[in-house]
């Protein structure tokens, strides 16, 4: 099946963040020791979309940072969950919570750590610079690099896919539905 039809059944879009959701740069405060990282505008007006496209977005991270709570929340995402040593028993607990079938699911991922959870969901998606070995596996690689815009690229050819995509303005409009 290509990627196009895989597209048209996703109801929820997960995604990894260090690589993915961001370039993969983390910076550390020298006064506290936190991690902040740079987020892409692109990828949050994307997913502010998504949402008001009516899809489930959220977040499986092995790493845990306060930016990413942060961003998570303004971005009003569904499902975040962080420090993560087994990603696929996080998305099969998310799918079978939610009701969905893996096919209803799409992963985005940049590394070795997300092929189990790009191996199980109906659309697998890499950001341009992913490991190759992810790309391999991904039925949709984007021509954005993690960070830079993969994340909106992606969304966009599900929106596409469902016939949505040339709704982008009227989607923007409508913040009624925005809302979780």
Same mark, same amino acid.
């Given at each position: 099946?290509?990627?196009?039809?895989?597209?048209?059944?996703?109801?929820?879009?997960?995604?990894?963040?260090?690589?993915?959701?961001?370039?993969?740069?983390?910076?550390?405060?020298?006064?506290?020791?936190?991690?902040?990282?740079?987020?892409?505008?692109?990828?949050?007006?994307?997913?502010?979309?998504?949402?008001?496209?009516?899809?489930?977005?959220?977040?499986?991270?092995?790493?845990?940072?306060?930016?990413?709570?942060?961003?998570?929340?303004?971005?009003?995402?569904?499902?975040?969950?962080?420090?993560?040593?087994?990603?696929?028993?996080?998305?099969?607990?998310?799918?079978?919570? +939610?009701?969905?079938?893996?096919?209803?699911?799409?992963?985005?991922?940049?590394?070795?750590?997300?092929?189990?959870?790009?191996?199980?969901?109906?659309?697998?998606?890499?950001?341009?610079?992913?490991?190759?070995?992810?790309?391999?596996?991904?039925?949709?690689?984007? +021509?954005?690099?993690?960070?830079?815009?993969?994340?909106?690229?992606?969304?966009?050819?599900?929106?596409?896919?469902?016939?949505?995509? +040339?709704?982008?303005?009227?989607?923007?409009?409508?913040?009624?539905?925005?809302?979780?």
């Amino acid at each position: 099946m290509d990627a196009r039809r895989r597209a048209r059944g996703v109801k929820m879009l997960l995604m990894d963040v260090d690589g993915t959701l961001t370039d993969g740069t983390i910076l550390i405060l020298p006064e506290s020791g936190e991690e902040v990282r740079a987020y892409s505008v692109r990828d949050g007006q994307g997913l502010m979309l998504a949402k008001a496209a009516g899809l489930l977005t959220g977040i499986i991270t092995g790493k845990t940072s306060k930016s990413v709570a942060i961003r998570a929340e303004r971005l009003r995402m569904d499902e975040v969950f962080q420090n993560v040593l087994d990603k696929k028993k996080v998305l099969d607990d998310i799918l079978s919570r +939610r009701g969905l079938q893996p096919s209803e699911t799409a992963y985005i991922g940049d590394d070795i750590g997300d092929l189990e959870v790009l191996r199980a969901v109906g659309l697998a998606a890499a950001v341009a610079d992913a490991h190759p070995l992810v790309r391999q596996c991904a039925h949709f690689v984007c +021509r954005q690099p993690g960070g830079r815009g993969a994340v909106r690229e992606l969304i966009e050819f599900i929106l596409e896919a469902k016939g949505l995509g +040339r709704n982008f303005e009227a989607l923007q409009k409508d913040r009624s539905r925005w809302k979780k």
